[in-house]
């Protein structure tokens, strides 16, 4: 008898990504694995969504299994929103809730 694995892309979603930091140009989000029955195989890594609300956003393909990254380059004082999917060899998973975190002011020059 010959038995097929049949990869399936992730089901489920990491955890609603988090900021541990800002800066006025950059945020450091984390998240939560994928649980067990979601993750219909070994993720190999991870797709970020984020842009300025109201905005189309922007997609990183991040192939790393680090459940960190920081996105640069933003815009300071700026509400963005972000969510996280994860991906194996199957394909892409479903994207996390999306959240809002605001860079930072930075400073001021007069």
């Keep these: 008898m010959i ?3 049949i990869d399936t892309a992730p089901s489920g979603s990491p955890g609603a990504p988090t900021s541990s930091a800002t800066t006025s140009t950059n945020i450091t989000i984390t998240w939560t694995e994928i649980a067990c029955l979601g993750r219909n ?3 190999t890594g991870y797709t970020i ?3 300025p609300v109201n905005t189309s956003p922007t997609t990183i393909d991040y192939t790393s299994t680090d ?3 920081v996105i640069s380059g933003l815009i300071p004082f700026t509400n963005y929103t972000v969510s996280v999917r994860g991906v194996n060899s199957a394909g892409v998973g479903i994207y996390s809730t999306e959240v809002v975190i605001r860079t930072d002011a930075g400073e001021c020059i007069e």
């Design 67 to 69: 459940r960190s990254r």
């Design 3 to 5: 038995y097929y694995h």
């Design 41 to 43: 195989g070994v993720i």
């Design 49 to 51: 969504r984020y842009g």
